[in-house]
């Protein structure tokens, strides 16, 4: 994983309506939260998502704008989007650049990882999560991180 502390990469992937994403454009401006997750449409990856559109108000309370990112096509994130009523976007990294640049490995060496970063508004990685079962975990932890960066 990218170490706490450090410069997030720059990344520009497309969302689930073929719209360019470039956080980049948003440094200096919102706190981002990036979420690795494996697949659309698992249990694992649906409880989080749902997770974080539970949590969403709160999050966009802290300054922060949610993106999730799979390897999964722009329909395929379209339709999951839709079926969970997810107020955020999803991004693909359909040739797995993003998870190459952000260090996130294979999970038991099996799927993808899932792995979550709060990048605060100069770019700078505040935190770090990687579990790849416990789903609510992911969204405690930026909670936490987002809270603790609002009292700085």
Excluded at 58 to 86: C, M, N, P, Y
Excluded at 131 to 152: C, F, G, I, M, S
Aim: hydrophobic letters at 40%; one cysteine or more.
């Amino acid at each position: 994983m990218l170490e706490v502390g450090s410069l997030a990469p720059d990344l520009e992937l497309p969302d689930q309506d073929g719209q360019l994403v470039n956080i980049r454009d948003l440094r200096g401006r919102q706190n981002v939260v990036i979420f690795f997750y494996p697949k659309d449409n698992t249990l694992v990856c649906t409880l989080e998502v749902c997770a974080f559109r539970d949590a969403h108000p709160e999050l966009v309370g802290l300054d922060a704008v949610v993106l999730g990112i799979s390897g999964d096509g722009a329909s395929s994130h379209q339709s999951f989007r839709t079926k969970w009523h997810l107020p955020y976007r999803l991004l693909t990294d359909a040739e797995g650049t993003a998870r190459r640049r952000y260090a996130v490995h294979r999970s038991f060496g099996l799927f993808n990882g899932r792995v979550t970063y709060v990048v605060d508004k100069e770019g700078i990685v505040r935190s770090a999560t990687s579990d790849p079962l416990r789903a609510n975990h992911h969204v405690r932890e930026v909670l936490r991180a987002l809270n603790a960066q609002k009292v700085l």
